[in-house]
């Protein structure tokens, strides 16, 4: 009877997973993006998280001025706080996904396959020697925004969802990020 109860309990934590990473839709990002997962599903950072809780799980980390984030060098994640919460990292942990589903080492289709073609708003060069794919989302008026548009900071701009997968040669992910507008424009 305990043995059925803890198959049962799986299930229905597994089909709650997979509802939960349903929700995500292509071409449409939110602020629930901006946010990293270890293998087990347990949410290591997220927007708006308070940095003591993201330490808890990373430890202290070191910070860099020029930059204005804190790399986490064990979990190879740096983290942008701003008044002590998470509003963006940089992920180039194997380990860590993105609420999609996300991996370093995954091909440049998962990318497009999770995150859309719609939002896909520049394919750049890179230098090592791969590309970018950069996204760029207005998460209160449901559309894409055009990158190459640098508004003035303002408020707003924290409803922004800024989605970067930077690629090697071979067209896998070596890093990705996501970060809310604000600090992905001006470091704010």
């Not at 989302?137 to 930077?166: C, G, H, I, N």
Request: overall charge negative.
């Amino acid at each position: 009877m305990k043995r059925r109860i803890g198959i049962l309990t799986l299930l229905l934590a597994s089909l709650g997973l997979l509802a939960a990473c349903q929700s995500f839709k292509p071409d449409e990002l939110s602020m629930a993006d901006i946010a990293v997962v270890d293998g087990g599903g347990k949410t290591i950072v997220s927007y708006g998280m308070p940095r003591e809780t993201v330490e808890k799980t990373l430890g202290p980390g070191s910070e860099d001025e020029d930059m204005k984030w804190v790399i986490y060098e064990d979990a190879l994640l740096s983290v942008w706080y701003r008044d002590g919460k998470a509003v963006g990292f940089i992920c180039s942990n194997p380990e860590y996904a993105s609420p999609r589903g996300l991996q370093v080492g995954m091909p440049a289709r998962n990318v497009r396959d999770q995150y859309g073609n719609k939002t896909l708003n520049r394919v750049t060069g890179s230098v090592a020697g791969g590309k970018s794919f950069i996204y760029a989302y207005d998460t209160r008026r449901k559309k894409p925004l055009d990158v190459d548009e640098k508004p003035l900071p303002s408020e707003e701009m924290k409803k922004q969802v800024w989605f970067t997968a930077l690629l090697d040669e071979d067209n896998s992910v070596v890093n990705f990020s996501v970060v809310d507008g604000l600090m992905g424009n001006y470091l704010q």
